[in-house]
């Protein structure tokens, strides 16, 4: 049973909710913006007319959000006093009180995803590293673990690009994930997946070390612009292969765009290299892999703004893009964000997408929310 000082706290939280949300200012702000849609004249410019819809449904949410929070918080309040009066039992409290503290947490966390970049939807690209069948099946145990996390949290999903391994696994994938703050809440996987375990294709029963990198990326849609220099663009066609019937394998509806990025902030040039196998339609395919190219040279301006910041506020611990984030050491049963000091013996439910702690104590350490 909870007591009076945990009620307290509940009610606080709530409180402090309506204020860093300033829920008043929301609502105020959501009648005037819905007021805009009811012109005669609103669709007339569809593109506009998306992203004033956008901007409503993104007010809406948090007001939801809070009213939910808010709703769970006076049944609580209620089921305490009741309980006084032996009209419900202690059981029904704390599940009262469990699902008003999931819901705030929820809320908070939420509260710490501000960026533009945050409310986007992901694009989540997954590289085996070097050792073969080995990485390779570690590649695809990874790209499991996320499309569980996306199915769990009602994310839509689906797979742009995947390329087999050798003997098992995948050599790499690229995946869509889309929902709200999808990219948000992943931006923090960004890095080096490092798993320890003894290997089934090792004869001898050793115990192995496989690498798989990670890249997250905000997927942008038409409401943001992106400079793409036309110029620098470059195709390819190839035939598809693995499940899609026989039409994949005989008309060559895969594209390859390659793209000669140059950073306008250092000079420095590389080639960005996509593949799209995702539908039987070469052009949508097309727009696919432009989407994607649009999305990495979106998070590349987000990197630079990100640097820029760090230099500003030394205090702060600087997140190194690409290094080794986190350990899976299936033998100890042991997962270890190497960033945060979070771990948890909870192997399975991790490789089954139950990575939200993960990703908690990473926005707390480095979002900068209170």
């Not at 990670?214 to 190839?238: G, H, N, R």
Request: with cysteine; glycine share 6%; proline share 1%.
């Amino acid at each position: 049973m909870i007591t009076s000082d945990q009620l307290k706290e509940v009610i606080n939280r709530t409180e402090a909710l309506h204020r860093y949300l300033d829920i008043d200012a929301k609502k105020m702000e959501y009648e005037e913006e819905q007021l805009r849609t009811q012109d005669p004249d609103f669709w007339t410019d569809q593109k506009a007319a998306e992203a004033q819809m956008k901007k409503v449904k993104e007010i809406e949410k948090w007001l939801n959000g809070y009213k939910e929070v808010k709703t769970l918080t006076d049944e609580l309040q209620l089921s305490f006093d009741f309980y006084k009066e032996e009209m419900v039992t202690e059981e029904e409290v704390d599940e009262n009180y469990k699902k008003a503290l999931e819901a705030i947490e929820a809320l908070e966390l939420k509260n710490m995803l501000r960026d533009e970049a945050d409310q986007m939807d992901c694009v989540l690209k997954i590289n085996s590293g070097a050792g073969g069948t080995e990485s390779q099946d570690w590649a695809s145990m990874l790209m499991r673990m996320y499309l569980r996390y996306a199915e769990r949290h009602g994310y839509k999903t689906s797979i742009a690009n995947v390329q087999d391994g050798d003997e098992a696994g995948i050599k790499s994938c690229t995946i869509d994930i889309t929902g709200d703050f999808a990219y948000g809440y992943l931006k923090g996987e960004n890095g080096v997946h490092r798993l320890v375990r003894v290997s089934p294709y090792n004869a001898q029963g050793k115990r192995m070390t496989s690498f798989a990198s990670v890249f997250a990326a905000p997927l942008v849609d038409d409401t943001i612009e992106v400079k793409v220099d036309m110029s620098c663009v470059s195709w390819d066609t190839f035939r598809s292969s693995g499940a899609g019937g026989q039409n994949v394998n005989k008309v060559e509806s895969g594209v390859r765009l390659r793209y000669q990025y140059k950073d306008p902030y250092t000079g420095e040039e590389e080639e960005i290299l996509i593949e799209n196998t995702e539908t039987r339609d070469q052009p949508k395919n097309r727009e696919n892999a432009m989407q994607h190219l649009k999305s990495i040279l979106y998070d590349k301006e987000l990197q630079h703004r990100n640097e820029e910041k760090a230099k500003v506020e030394a205090g702060k611990k600087k997140i190194e893009w690409g290094s080794q984030i986190r350990s899976y050491v299936f033998d100890d049963r042991r997962v270890k964000d190497h960033r945060t000091g979070y771990q948890t013996s909870d192997v399975n439910g991790v490789m089954d997408g139950e990575i939200d702690e993960f990703i908690k104590a990473y926005l707390m350490e480095f979002s900068g929310g209170e």
